[in-house]
């Protein structure tokens, strides 16, 4: 579905090429540490007691199950994560960033 107005798009296309590669791939990163963040926290909310290896797992099936077959995806999902490790940190991973020099 694309229900953004040609114009609109265009316009939003070129404010991005006009960032430098490094600021689009700092942006791309800072998305999927949010979408990340995201899926962590919806996981833990259904499953508040939930192990390092059922996160690990939720996260791979929502990022990538789509990606794959039902035996792959299956696969994947079975040698994912270990028991007895430490529950992950549901707050988003952030970047330190350089601001000397106008980077």
Known sequence: MNDTPFDTERRYREMLLQRSGAERLKMGCSMFATARALVV?????????????VVRRALF???YGADFDAAKCA???????RAGEPRPDPRPVTA???TAAGT
Do not use: D, K, M, Q
């Not at 919806?42 to 390092?52: D, F, G, M, Q």
């Open 75 to 81: 696969e994947t999902v079975a040698r994912l994560g």
């Open 96 to 98: 330190p960033t350089n």
């Open 41 to 53: 926290a919806s996981v833990l909310e259904r499953e508040p007691t939930a192990s390092p290896t």
């Open 61 to 63: 099936i929502r990022f």
